[in-house]
């Protein structure tokens, strides 16, 4: 079971390995990133739009080709190890 304290840990290493990993990027490309985002910027409300759609269909696509054992098994899973309900310490 996953406590709230490696959570927060787990956030803490994400961001601050996404943080290196764009000065690293921005050090080493440098103009070549911000002309690529200045090109990207009116794209980007479609390219979320599409991606949000995309994904959706995705999951609508393999909730649908799932049998309903493997379906239930999927759900107490999703339920057993979600990281916003509190448990006794007790609880396995």
Do not use: C
Request: glycine residues 6%; without cysteine.
């Amino acid at each position: 079971m996953e406590t709230s304290e490696s959570g927060l840990n787990f956030l803490v290493v994400t961001l601050v390995s996404v943080v290196v990993l764009a000065i690293i990027v921005r050090r080493r490309y440098g103009l070549v990133g911000k002309r690529f985002i200045e090109r990207l910027g009116p794209w980007w409300p479609r390219i979320i739009k599409i991606g949000s759609i995309a994904t959706m269909v995705l999951w609508l696509i393999i909730w649908i080709t799932v049998s309903p054992e493997r379906r239930a098994e999927l759900n107490k899973h999703y339920q057993d190890n979600a990281p916003w309900v509190v448990r006794d310490k007790s609880d396995p």
